[in-house]
């Protein structure tokens, strides 16, 4: 079920939703798949930014990309999703979750582009890639070295202990949910 107060907004002519926070009030917010009849397939440019009410949010399989600062200063979001699914929009926008609380992330292979800052100002501790199709991480994606390392390693699970700069790649199995990858 989804997240009352939710606000739609047509794109692709009409055959898709683009959604954002519109009235929801709920610490927890979860996006439905379909609206209508159609599917969500963005989250929309500042659509949840500055929600700091916000703790958990569950972005379903249907939503291809999140996009600018839709997440940004959401200083209480903690979690994306559950341990077992991850981001599976294929792009992430420019500052999507940037000053965020999020500490784990699991990257699908359906990610295709993390665009600058994606994951900056957060105290990420852990990231698992699974094997992907990412064609570009911008520069200063995550805090710390995690883009060059990543660039130059692949699929993994990496880590910072103390949120200190330098990540190291763990191995290619799930930190949240175990899963090989």
């Known amino acids: 079920m989804s997240t009352i107060g939710l606000k739609f907004e047509p794109i692709a002519y009409g055959k898709q939703w683009s959604v954002s926070r519109g009235t929801a009030k709920d610490a927890v917010v979860v996006i439905p798949a379909t609206h209508e009849g159609k599917p969500v397939t963005e989250i929309a440019d500042k659509g949840f930014a500055d929600y700091t009410n916000l703790t958990k949010v569950t972005i379903p399989g249907s939503v291809t990309s999140i996009c600018q600062s839709a997440f940004y200063g959401c200083k209480?979001?903690?979690?994306?999703?559950?341990?077992?699914?991850?981001?599976?929009?294929?792009?992430?926008g420019?500052?999507?979750?940037?000053?965020?609380?999020?500490?784990?992330?699991?990257?699908?292979?359906?990610?295709?582009?993390?665009?600058?800052?994606?994951f900056y100002g957060t105290p990420l501790t852990s990231v698992a890639f699974e094997p992907a199709r990412?064609?570009?991480?911008?520069?200063?994606?995550?805090?710390?070295?995690?883009?060059?390392?990543?660039?130059?390693?692949?699929?993994?699970?990496?880590?910072?202990p103390n949120e200190n700069n330098t990540w190291t790649k763990q191995g290619a199995v799930c930190p949240t949910c175990g899963r090989p990858f």
Do not use: C, W
């Open 134 to 160: 990412i064609s570009v991480i911008d520069n200063e994606v995550f805090p710390g070295d995690l883009g060059a390392k990543y660039r130059a390693a692949g699929a993994g699970t990496y880590t910072r």
């Open 94 to 118: 420019p500052k999507a979750f940037m000053n965020t609380a999020i500490e784990k992330v699991l990257i699908h292979s359906k990610v295709t582009r993390i665009n600058e800052r994606a």
């Open 76 to 92: 209480n979001l903690k979690v994306l999703n559950n341990a077992s699914t991850g981001i599976n929009a294929t792009s992430i």
